[in-house]
C-alpha cells in the first residue's frame, strides 16, 4: 500500500499503452474510507516558450484535430532523448519557429489537469533570439504558421479565447504581468 496524501493506492494496472501515452486504472482507498478505482492518463511533460522577438512575441497557430484552429506558445513534448525540460524547450522553439540561442528564464511549471494526470508543463520565456529555418519535427505540424504579434495583443488573445491552450494563456498572462525581462534567468548562449 502507498499513501498518497488522505488517498491509499493498493495497486493497478495498465487499461491501455500507446507510444504517446498510457491509460491506467488504479485502486484506491478514496479520503472518505471508501474503495474505489482511480483512472489516469501517464503521459511525457511538456513545454511551453514565451519567445520575445523585437518586442513581439512568437505565436503559432495550428489546426488541433481536438479542437480547431488556435494560437498558441512554441512547444511540445520532453522527448526521452532531450536532457530536461530546457534542452526541450529550445529543441521546440527551434522545430516550429527556427529561432534559438538567447537568454532563457524559467517560469516554473504548471500542472494543467492534476485530476486527470500528474504531467506537468515546463514554462520558459526567451530574448535575444538568432532567426533561423523551421526544421518541422513533427508532420502533424505542416500546417502550423508562426506569427509576431505585439504582446498587448496577445494578452487580448489570451483573454478572449484565441488562445486557446490554457498554458500559454497562463504564461502570456504571467509575462505580461512581470514584464518582458522575467525574474529568473538561467542562461545565455
Do not use: N
Not at 494526470?117 to 533561423?132: D, F
Not at 495583443?153 to 502570456?172: H, M, P, Q, Y
Not at 509575462?175 to 525574474?183: M, S
Request: overall charge negative; some cysteine; proline content about 7%.
Amino acid at each position: 500500500m502507498e499513501r498518497r496524501g488522505s488517498w491509499r493506492r493498493h495497486g493497478g494496472h495498465v487499461l491501455c499503452e500507446t507510444p504517446h501515452l498510457s491509460v491506467r486504472r488504479d485502486r484506491v482507498t478514496r479520503p472518505d474510507g471508501q474503495a474505489d478505482t482511480y483512472d489516469w492518463v501517464e503521459a511525457p511533460d511538456l513545454v511551453r516558450v514565451a519567445a520575445l522577438v523585437e518586442s513581439c512575441l512568437l505565436v503559432v497557430e495550428q489546426y488541433h484535430y481536438l479542437i480547431g484552429m488556435t494560437w498558441q506558445l512554441p512547444g511540445g513534448d520532453v522527448a526521452p532523448e532531450d536532457l530536461g525540460p530546457r534542452a526541450a524547450a529550445e529543441r521546440e522553439l527551434r522545430e516550429e519557429t527556427g529561432y534559438h540561442g538567447g537568454c532563457w528564464t524559467s517560469h516554473g511549471a504548471l500542472h494543467p489537469l492534476p485530476g486527470l494526470s500528474p504531467l506537468r508543463v515546463h514554462l520558459w520565456s526567451a530574448a535575444g533570439l538568432s532567426a533561423g529555418r523551421p526544421q518541422g519535427g513533427d508532420p502533424g505540424e505542416a500546417d502550423l504558421k508562426v506569427h509576431h504579434v505585439p504582446l498587448p495583443e496577445v494578452v487580448s488573445a489570451a483573454r478572449d479565447g484565441r488562445i486557446a491552450c490554457a498554458v500559454s494563456a497562463a504564461l502570456v498572462l504571467a509575462i505580461a504581468v512581470e514584464g518582458t525581462a522575467g525574474h529568473r534567468t538561467v542562461s545565455k548562449d
